[in-house]
């Protein structure tokens, strides 16, 4: 992908300028990568390009839906790139002279906002530096003078890291033809494309090394605390809890999707503290689980593009179907799950004229758990029916007298 720009635009308003051709800069990435987000990236700059693309991964770090290109990044070529002012002058009167050689009027409000002490020379520098350790770097600098000087010599060209981080190599060529080659086969293009070839292995490789740990690192997984969200005054129903997990208990060779619970009860029943101590009980053993929101389909969308966030998911502006898109994420990053792992859909009560199919939102794979509790009796019976679950149903009666006295019990003692 080739990305051009206007120099006396994007650079003449300080910063927003600076922002906004980088901000562009991120948005065609991901559209030219959205089959593919974690393809291995290269980026070949040439001039003020090399400032663009640098605060380009500084907005990427700090962007979520821009994260993926700063992780795909590997490493960046830079040709005749001022980062940093020489000895004879300040960054704003380099770039300056280079806009002059090139043709272009940089104007007053440019000037300014690539003096020393300003955006460039200082705080975008040191902000891209602090991250210079994530990446490969090859530098080339000019060393053939245009009418008896250079546009940006080696001190400015080069970002000051150690040889063995940061290759530098000069260029018998002025500032405008650094990256220009009339011959593939050139002894000038040579060290450029040999360069190019040493990046791509590197970038490649570490794709796959990077592929395989993700893939041996369940502990990625974002999920849940239950922590001290279980009610001091929970009454253990152990017939109850026996009954969950016989539910939950057919061996993954006798099923074709996920093994699926419905707990059904009244208000206060204490089927949400019931499914909390299961799922506390699965977390002890180091098992993955994520808690949703079920109430209302808002909420569970909202709850959804959260978890798919922390999975890597790109939140895509524009989507016209992200709810889809969302689901197929985190779908996606379940299929090749090497362990168990537990969803619960909590306060599936939604009314008739409110009601939405939740059953899309269930990954449908045989390693997963999934239990979903609801108020209403009518709903709990039609995701059953839906998904031919008829004996995967519990029903929460309310306490009997015994229960209600321990209940009563815990309450008057914590009171005291």
Not at 10 to 34: H, I, K, M, W
Not at 77 to 87: C, D, L, Q
Not at 246 to 264: E, F, K, W
Not at 265 to 280: D, E, H, I, N, P
């Amino acid at each position: 992908m080739a990305f051009g720009y206007n120099s006396n635009p994007a650079f003449s308003s300080s910063a927003a300028g600076v922002d906004e051709q980088a901000n562009s800069l991120l948005y065609r990435l991901r559209l030219y990568r959205q089959d593919d987000l974690k393809r291995p990236l290269l980026f070949v700059c040439h001039d003020l390009g090399g400032l663009l693309v640098k605060r380009a991964l500084i907005i990427a770090w700090n962007n979520t839906i821009d994260q993926p290109t700063y992780d795909a990044t590997y490493g960046i070529i830079f040709f005749g790139t001022p980062h940093r002012g020489s000895n004879k002058a300040g960054l704003g009167d380099l770039i300056a002279s280079v806009a002059r050689m090139l043709g272009g009027k940089p104007s007053n409000s440019f000037m300014t906002a690539l003096k020393w002490d300003s955006f460039f020379a200082e705080s975008h520098r040191n902000d891209f530096l602090q991250r210079a350790k994530d990446f490969s770097f090859l530098t080339f600098y000019e060393a053939n003078p245009k009418l008896g000087q250079l546009a940006v010599d080696k001190d400015s060209a080069t970002l000051g890291l150690p040889d063995e981080h940061e290759p530098k190599f000069p260029m018998d060529a002025d500032h405008s033809g650094i990256c220009r080659f009339e011959d593939p086969d050139g002894e000038d293009f040579d060290p450029v494309w040999r360069g190019i070839q040493v990046m791509a292995r590197g970038a490649l490789v570490r794709r796959t090394t990077v592929s395989s740990s993700r893939k041996s690192r369940q502990q990625e997984f974002p999920c849940s605390v239950i922590g001290n969200s279980i009610s001091q005054h929970f009454v253990d129903r152990p017939e109850l809890l026996q009954a969950l997990r016989t539910i939950l208990s057919t061996p993954v060779t006798d099923r074709h999707g996920p093994c699926i619970a419905i707990v059904q009860g009244l208000a206060g029943s204490g089927k949400t503290q019931l499914v909390r101590y299961f799922a506390r009980s699965w977390q002890q053993q180091n098992k993955p689980f994520r808690w949703f929101d079920a109430s209302s389909l808002g909420r569970l969308i909202e709850e959804f593009r959260r978890f798919a966030i922390e999975i890597g998911y790109v939140d895509t502006q524009g989507d016209h179907d992200a709810k889809r898109s969302i689901i197929d994420a985190i779908h996606s990053y379940l299929e090749d799950s090497p362990v168990e792992w537990l969803f619960v859909f909590d306060s599936f009560d939604v009314l008739e004229e409110d009601h939405y199919d939740i059953s899309q939102f269930f990954p449908w794979f045989s390693q997963g758990f999934i239990i979903v509790t609801s108020r209403n009796k009518d709903v709990a019976y039609q995701i059953g029916k839906q998904n031919q679950l008829q004996g995967n149903l519990l029903r929460i009666e309310s306490m009997a007298s015994d229960g209600t006295i321990q209940l009563l019990d815990r309450t008057a003692t914590s009171t005291t």
